[in-house]
Protein backbone atom coordinates (compact mmCIF):
# COMPACT_ATOMS: atom_id res chain seq x y z
CA UNK A 1 0.00 0.00 0.00
CA UNK A 2 1.39 3.38 -1.11
CA UNK A 3 0.68 6.75 0.21
CA UNK A 4 0.70 9.22 -1.44
CA UNK A 5 1.94 12.98 -0.66
CA UNK A 6 -1.28 15.34 -1.84
CA UNK A 7 -0.51 19.15 -1.92
CA UNK A 8 -3.35 21.47 -0.63
CA UNK A 9 -4.68 23.44 -3.58
CA UNK A 10 -3.58 27.49 -3.43
CA UNK A 11 -7.51 28.04 -2.42
CA UNK A 12 -7.05 25.87 0.54
CA UNK A 13 -4.76 27.91 1.83
CA UNK A 14 -6.47 30.74 1.25
CA UNK A 15 -9.57 29.88 3.30
CA UNK A 16 -7.39 28.83 6.16
CA UNK A 17 -5.57 32.22 6.06
CA UNK A 18 -9.22 33.81 5.48
CA UNK A 19 -10.10 31.80 9.04
CA UNK A 20 -7.09 33.02 10.90
CA UNK A 21 -7.54 36.67 9.83
CA UNK A 22 -11.68 36.04 10.94
CA UNK A 23 -10.41 34.63 14.29
CA UNK A 24 -8.08 37.44 15.13
CA UNK A 25 -10.44 40.17 14.12
CA UNK A 26 -13.22 38.27 16.27
CA UNK A 27 -11.26 37.60 19.53
CA UNK A 28 -9.72 41.73 19.18
CA UNK A 29 -13.60 42.71 18.92
CA UNK A 30 -14.07 40.67 22.03
CA UNK A 31 -11.61 42.09 24.10
CA UNK A 32 -12.19 45.68 23.14
CA UNK A 33 -15.65 45.47 23.97
CA UNK A 34 -15.08 45.87 27.87
CA UNK A 35 -12.93 48.81 27.10
CA UNK A 36 -14.24 50.43 24.51
CA UNK A 37 -17.96 50.43 26.69
CA UNK A 38 -16.44 51.80 29.68
CA UNK A 39 -15.18 54.68 27.53
CA UNK A 40 -17.91 55.60 25.86
CA UNK A 41 -20.05 54.83 29.42
CA UNK A 42 -17.33 57.47 30.72
CA UNK A 43 -17.74 60.23 28.13
CA UNK A 44 -21.55 60.07 28.12
CA UNK A 45 -21.81 60.18 31.12
CA UNK A 46 -19.05 63.03 32.00
CA UNK A 47 -21.06 65.75 33.14
CA UNK A 48 -23.70 63.90 34.66
CA UNK A 49 -22.95 61.48 37.85
CA UNK A 50 -24.08 63.60 41.14
CA UNK A 51 -22.57 60.89 43.50
CA UNK A 52 -19.33 61.12 42.98
CA UNK A 53 -18.15 63.50 40.25
CA UNK A 54 -14.82 61.24 39.07
CA UNK A 55 -16.16 58.07 38.09
CA UNK A 56 -16.84 59.24 34.26
CA UNK A 57 -13.58 59.92 34.27
CA UNK A 58 -12.18 56.93 35.96
CA UNK A 59 -13.93 55.23 33.34
CA UNK A 60 -13.47 57.18 30.56
CA UNK A 61 -9.13 56.73 30.92
CA UNK A 62 -9.61 53.26 32.49
CA UNK A 63 -11.71 52.15 29.21
CA UNK A 64 -9.07 53.96 26.51
CA UNK A 65 -5.85 52.64 28.68
CA UNK A 66 -7.32 49.05 28.06
CA UNK A 67 -8.56 49.58 24.75
CA UNK A 68 -4.77 50.68 23.38
CA UNK A 69 -3.58 47.98 25.73
CA UNK A 70 -5.49 45.32 24.17
CA UNK A 71 -4.53 46.77 20.71
CA UNK A 72 -0.92 46.76 20.78
CA UNK A 73 0.14 43.63 22.85
CA UNK A 74 3.93 44.43 22.33
CA UNK A 75 3.38 47.30 24.91
CA UNK A 76 2.35 44.67 27.59
CA UNK A 77 6.20 43.86 27.80
CA UNK A 78 7.01 47.35 29.15
Do not use: W
Not at 26 to 39: E, W
Not at 46 to 62: K, M
Amino acid sequence: MHVRCVQPASGHHRMTQLNVTACFVFLLCTFLALPLSMAFTGMKFLEDCPIQPLIPLYLLVGGIIGALKNSFPEAQRC
